[in-house]
Nanobody, 120 residues
């Protein structure tokens, strides 16, 4: 099974930007889609964005216009570019193989994620 590793998190002030990377140990699109999820303290994990090998993308409404999901198939990497960050974007971000139609994870192997903290 392809292993995924998230990186790129950090601390940023409100209005700032970060780009997260999800690197695969093999074919990044061995799944139907690749999804980014996030989990804030005390909250359930939520779907943020997903992308297919063909470049179809979908983002949750609260991040549309601020976040972009993209991929570099040659590098087996998917990116989440986050602009105009808000304190409510603070969470641990995870990537995982997913079903395109629903964003439902197709694996139970969650990685360690990468922490994003937005505060002044």
């Amino acid at each position: 099974q392809v292993q995924l590793m998230e990186s790129g998190g950090g601390w940023v002030q409100p209005g700032g930007s970060l780009t997260l990377a999800c690197a695969a140990s093999g074919e990044i699109f061995s799944y139907d889609a690749l999804a980014w999820y996030r989990q804030a303290p005390g909250k359930q994990r939520e779907l943020v964005a997903r992308i297919t090998e063909g470049g179809l993308t979908k983002l949750r409404s609260s991040v549309e216009g601020r976040f972009t999901i993209s991929s570099d198939k040659a590098k087996n990497t998917v990116f989440l570019t986050m602009n105009s960050l808000k304190p409510e974007d603070t969470a641990v971000y995870y990537c995982i193989g997913a079903e395109w139609r629903t964003g439902r994870p197709l694996s139970a192997n969650w990685g360690k994620g990468t922490q994003v903290t937005v505060s002044s």
